[in-house]
């Protein structure tokens, strides 16, 4: 529970000190009735939860659809949703774990958390999103190892 209370508080502070971000009172308003809804309401934390587990199921499936690049190897660490990870870190944020075979010599891995404010999307937007993630991560590792094109 105090761990949605810190990512709400996260959100407000992150949104007051984005540079880019026009900082409406109205906004950061709605966030922090939203927090104290939370604190007041703890029901409604378990059925977010159980909301944003769905979310993330229909996430899952999408991605695994989206990928066809045999070189990539994902491995989920989404408690009570999908943990494929035998060392699955459940202490923070959910994550995706891209592991990728660079020219079939070694193996490169990187990890991309799902923050909070991720949730926030529809299951399709946080899809394209990973996806965009791991094609970069590809991209990254592949001119390193063949050197820029």
């Not at 703890?42 to 989206?66: C, G, M, R, S």
């Not at 989920?76 to 660079?102: F, H, L």
Request: hydrophobic letters at 35%; aromatic letters at 6%; a negative charge.
């Amino acid at each position: 529970m105090e761990k949605v209370y810190k990512d709400k508080l996260e959100d407000i502070v992150a949104l007051l000190n984005d540079p880019d971000e026009t900082v409406l009172i109205k906004e950061v308003k709605e966030k922090l009735e939203n927090l104290l809804s939370l604190v007041n309401n703890p029901e409604k934390t378990e059925i977010e939860k159980q909301e944003n587990n769905k979310k993330l199921e229909k996430v899952i499936e999408l991605v695994h659809n989206a990928m066809a690049n045999p070189d990539i190897e994902l491995e989920y660490c989404i408690p009570e949703v999908a943990t494929t990870s035998e060392t699955c870190d459940v202490s923070g944020d959910p994550y995706i774990e891209m592991k990728y075979a660079a020219g079939g010599t070694h193996v490169m891995k990187q990890k991309l958390p799902l923050k909070q404010h991720y949730l926030n999307k529809t299951p399709e937007d946080i899809s394209n999103l990973v996806t965009f993630y791991i094609e970069q991560f590809i991209e990254e590792i592949d001119s390193v190892e063949n050197g820029a094109q």
